[in-house]
T-cell receptor, first 117, second 115 residues
Framework: AQKVTQAQTEISVVEKEDVTLDCVYE???????LFWYKQPPSGELVFLIR??????QNEISGRYSWNFQKSTSSFNFTITASQVVDSAVYFC??????????????FGKGTKLSVKP | EPEVTQTPSHQVTQMGQEVILRCVPI?????FYWYRQILGQKVEFLVS????????KSEIFDDQFSVERPDGSNFTLKIRSTKLEDSAMYFC?????????????FGQGTRLTVV
């Protein structure tokens, strides 16, 4: 079973629309971290956010916001008033304590977001 | 702003050849990682390295792979005898510390094409 599921393979929106990228995770640990990374067409991975399992407060950073709900094991990412520059593949990732982990990340398959002008 | 640097950006090699992918982590970071992303697929963990030894490796990281920190600045991934299925983007990452809260900084990747 996948540990991090991003069910949306591709999303296409028109500029200024709001868009939510879904992430559902699976872990038996009580302590874990969740991450979002952005991969623009240039290929690099850009860190967006880290959230620990004990902090369920939603976070807003400019046009970006994140909704963490432990009850549904979800960590969704919303972009408000999307822009063409938001076009990228977005990865959700999990870091868990399995006794061996040194913090390696388990990535979802990614959601490709296309924002059209 | 400090960044992780990877060279080359693109490498083409013949099947069976050895390749070395190079990375310069951020200078005060102590933990180093290699990840792989086959085209169009998810990013997969290969190996983590701390204190001059491998601290964890995935099932993908078999005997044909090795890592080394040959000097104080470089961190390399060697693939001994490349196969077609090794074609992928390889990302190096580094972090100040290890553990769950690790914020790994990723390089821009090396695209390896095995022909």
């Amino acid at each position: 079973a996948q540990k991090v599921t991003q069910a949306q393979t591709e999303i296409s929106v028109v500029e200024k629309e709001d868009v939510t990228l879904d992430c559902v995770y699976e872990t038996r640990d009580t302590t874990y971290y969740l991450f979002w990374y952005k991969q623009p067409p240039s290929g690099e991975l850009v860190f967006l956010i880290r959230r620990n399992s004990f902090d369920e407060q939603n976070e807003i950073s400019g046009r970006y916001s994140w909704n963490f709900q432990k009850s549904t094991s979800s960590f969704n990412f919303t972009i408000t008033a999307s822009q063409v520059v938001d076009s990228a593949v977005y990865f959700c990732a999990l870091s868990e304590a399995d006794g061996r982990s040194q913090g390696n990340l388990i990535f979802g398959k990614g959601t490709k977001l296309s924002v059209k002008p | 702003e400090p960044e992780v640097t990877q060279t080359p950006s693109h490498q083409v090699t013949q099947m069976g050849q050895e390749v070395i992918l190079r990375c310069v982590p951020i200078s005060n970071h102590l933990y180093f990682y290699w990840y792989r992303q086959i085209l169009g697929q998810k990013v997969e963990f290969l190996v983590s390295f701390y204190n001059n030894e491998i601290s964890e490796k995935s099932e993908i990281f078999d005997d044909q792979f090795s890592v080394e920190r040959p000097d104080g600045s470089n961190f390399t991934l060697k693939i001994r005898s490349t196969k077609l299925e090794d074609s992928a983007m390889y990302f190096c990452a580094s972090s100040v510390s290890g553990g769950l809260a690790t914020e790994a900084f990723f390089g821009q990747g090396t695209r390896l094409t095995v022909v």
